[in-house]
């Protein structure tokens, strides 16, 4: 099967990354010509357009920022949808909104071919070895068809349902990891105060009833004062919207969404809308005249469980 990708970012580039070391046929589109540059030496092939992309492969994967951007690279001139044809599948490995990709699935079924939401979870260090996490939505059998590549992309590979339930679950599980990152800087703004040993404590919460994923990643890079997660404040931002707009939707009066929604749009605002999304606990550095700095933490996260062949869970 020859597959197609477009979008070559944090998480995109590391995704395309995994099918390229693993053999596959790959053929990428982005925008950044150092990118396509790279990925060219890599042993990819290039595309000048998504029509071209789609013309000449067998699965098209999208991973992009924004639905906006990816309904241009869908419905744009010489978009997808002008090269896309019969028994094709696309699959949306962005995080996007559960009505769009609704939306831009009826377009592709008209067409013949098959949408899939397939979007990803568990950090960029983990889509960099192929161990990460993947929901994937759509018939079952489309997602069959593509096991064999998704289990060189991830590890834990799970079908969540039709499509738009895997883009719902994603949404929820960045939204927890939200609220655990706002509330992991009030811990350590707690900790600093009363001059714990902030290298302890980090052990401390590991072992305890208060640990979670987000601590054991990304208090690693704000301890060291990096903050460097390869994720950032706008993403965010659009993940935790889409998340209180689907509540709203569903007649949900929900209280610490909101709360942490404007948290976040807070430090978008002191510290720009591309800074590394950790740094939201910078504002209670900030605000107290303290720091979270302990030795022996990692500027960057890597992962260094061995690659191994994914699984459906």
Not at 78 to 95: A, D, P, V
Not at 147 to 155: A, D, E, K, S, T
Request: proline letters at 3%; hydrophobic letters at 40%; glycine letters at 10%.
């Amino acid at each position: 099967m020859k597959i197609g990708f477009i979008g070559l970012g944090n998480v995109g580039g590391k995704l395309a990354g995994s099918l390229l070391r693993n053999g596959f046929d790959v053929t990428v589109r982005d925008l950044d010509a150092g990118l396509i540059e790279a990925f060219k030496k890599k042993g990819a092939k290039i595309s000048n357009t998504p029509k071209e992309l789609a013309e000449k492969v067998d699965l098209i994967i999208t991973c992009l920022p924004s639905p906006k951007v990816c309904a241009e690279v869908m419905e744009g001139k010489e978009g997808i949808l002008e090269g896309i044809s019969k028994n094709k599948i696309w699959l949306e490995m962005s995080t996007t909104d559960e009505n769009e990709v609704k939306r831009l699935g009826k377009k592709i079924t008209d067409k013949g071919a098959i949408p899939l939401d397939g979007p990803v979870s568990g950090g960029c260090h983990r889509a960099a070895t192929g161990n990460i996490a993947i929901f994937v939505g759509g018939e079952r059998s489309a997602f069959e068809k593509i096991l064999p590549i998704l289990q060189y992309m991830g590890r834990k590979i799970l079908h969540t349902g039709e499509l738009g339930s895997a883009s719902v679950l994603k949404v929820i599980t960045n939204y927890l990891a939200s609220v655990h990152l706002a509330a992991i800087g009030e811990a350590w703004a707690v900790a600093k105060k009363s001059n714990l040993d902030l290298k302890k404590t980090f052990k401390g919460i590991s072992i305890s009833s208060g640990n979670s994923f987000v601590h054991e990643t990304e208090s690693q890079v704000i301890l060291n004062g990096s903050y460097n997660i390869n994720f950032t404040m706008d993403l965010v931002e659009k993940d935790m919207t889409i998340f209180n707009e689907l509540s709203k939707k569903l007649d949900l009066d929900l209280e610490i969404s909101p709360y942490v929604l404007n948290i976040f749009k807070d430090a978008k605002e002191k510290f720009g809308s591309r800074a590394w999304s950790s740094m939201v606990v910078k504002r209670l550095e900030d605000k107290y005249n303290i720091d979270f700095r302990a030795l022996g933490f990692p500027e960057e996260l890597v992962d260094n469980e061995p690659e191994e062949k994914g699984y459906e869970v």
